[in-house]
């Protein structure tokens, strides 16, 4: 009896799954296989998530704009991504449909609310790629060893960076089952990393005691610090979104009213841990010159003196090594997440050449063009960096700024749903909590998005933002694409159209 009851029950929450796919307007005719774990799950928001990408990346501006205790604005973001996390918990427990922001914005709103945030989020995810793998060429040659001239390191970076995506689009190619275990391996040796590194750094070569996290060392000298303590806070808001990966795929785990929910929290808890340590360890292991260095602008490279004096050329090699798992973790992660959400899009007869981008491969159980398109977008955004990086780092900058504009689309929908009667069914639900969780988790969106797009330096960012919702826009009333999508359930949330099974 024992040995046929699995299989039982996972035929049970198969035909469960099923069903409720099948209540949302999708039958499985052409389907994902539910090959993912709980915990690859968890791993494919955390490797998207990447505390050591995040961290890394916007250690040494942090420190140098408000000192030590920028490690506290980790904590800070991350208080606020749970509260989102647990609005969209309770919106994918109801509708655990592929495409994650889309879908949700689809069913919550409406079909004109879910094209743009489709194309925001498209656009963003697609620079945050362009970011990830254009950010980890200089560790790879780090580790290599290689010393590239001046003149030759754009080219350098783009070739490093287009390999990186070819690599990230084998491994999505390969099927769900892959992805799981890439996700899982990611996350298994970036935590580990993460941990070791940490306690080896507080253990042995600790130069501060733990009163520096609240000293500023002169950062900021002479400005407001708060304006300084917020700018620094980009490294909390850079280090954790990615949990909206875990509902991604919602229609490749068992169970998912039930275990994406879990997953997104889960995802936050390990990142935000694995993220605040990183970031205490490494600040903790500087020495008062390096800070001061760092805070002069006469060390642009913190953590690479950090981990060359603690663990000698060996040491930092390895560190590095793990830090690339972490980028082509990263960037595997973030390359199924656009593909789920063009899939989805296409689905619904609403993406250009709906046609192409919906092909499904029975054999791999994966939407091959659309993985491709995800990878062919940011090579080509990887190749603009050699007409002008300017543009290349300022579709970067759209990359956090948009996916918090797209984070905030879901919850508002969320929150007018709500208050227009919308019942979540799903099997986690915030119940009496729903309107203050949702309320708070849009007041903290709202601030996020004021933060990462505040000119201090230049209006670029903000004009590039503009400049893309406009031409979203545009599109919108000029094509009608929502349209195409007609016979798609949209609106189903508050009862303006009924949900076509």
Known sequence: MSSTSPAAGTSHEHDEDAAHLASLGYSYDQSFKREMTFW????????????IVGVYSMFALALATAGPPMVWSLVIALVGQLLVALVFGQVVS??????????????????????MNGWIYLLAMVGTIAG?????????LSLLGLQIDEGSLPITYVIL??????????????????????????LIAELTGALAVGILLLVFHREQDFGALFQTFGAAEGQDYFLAFAAA?????????????????????KDPSRRVPRAMRMTLYIGGFAATFTAIALTLALSDDVIAAVIAGENADPIGTVLESSFGPVGAKIVIAIALISFLSCTTSLQAAVSRLTYSMARDGIFPASKAISKFSEKRAVPPNALLLAAVLAALLVLVS????NALFAMIGFGTI?????????VLASLRASLMGWKPAGKFKLGGWNIPVTVLALI???????????PRADWVVLIWTGGIIGVGLLYLFIAKPYLKGNDAPHGDATGAVKTVA
Not at 40 to 51: D, E, I, Q
Not at 132 to 140: D, N, Q, R, T
Not at 170 to 177: A, E, F, K
Not at 444 to 454: D, F, Q, R, S, T
């Open 40 to 51: 690859g799950n968890v791993s494919l928001g955390f490797t998207y998530l990447s505390p």
């Open 94 to 115: 109801n509708y655990p449909v592929a495409g994650g922001l889309y879908p949700w914005s689809r069913r919550l709103w409406g079909r004109k609310w879910a094209w």
């Open 132 to 140: 990830v793998v254009y950010g980890s060429a200089p560790f790879l």
């Open 161 to 186: 960076g287009i390999a990186m995506i070819a690599v990230a689009t084998i491994l999505n190619l390969s099927g769900t089952r892959v992805l799981n275990w890439a996700a899982t391996i990611g």
């Open 233 to 253: 806070g980009l490294i909390g808001l850079f280090a954790y979104y990615g949990f909206e990966a875990n509902g991604n795929v919602a229609e490749e785990i």
């Open 386 to 389: 050699l007409v002008s990086t």
């Open 402 to 410: 948009g996916i918090y504009i797209a984070f905030q689309m879901v």
């Open 444 to 454: 903290w969106g709202i601030a996020a998005i004021l933060n990462v797009g505040w």
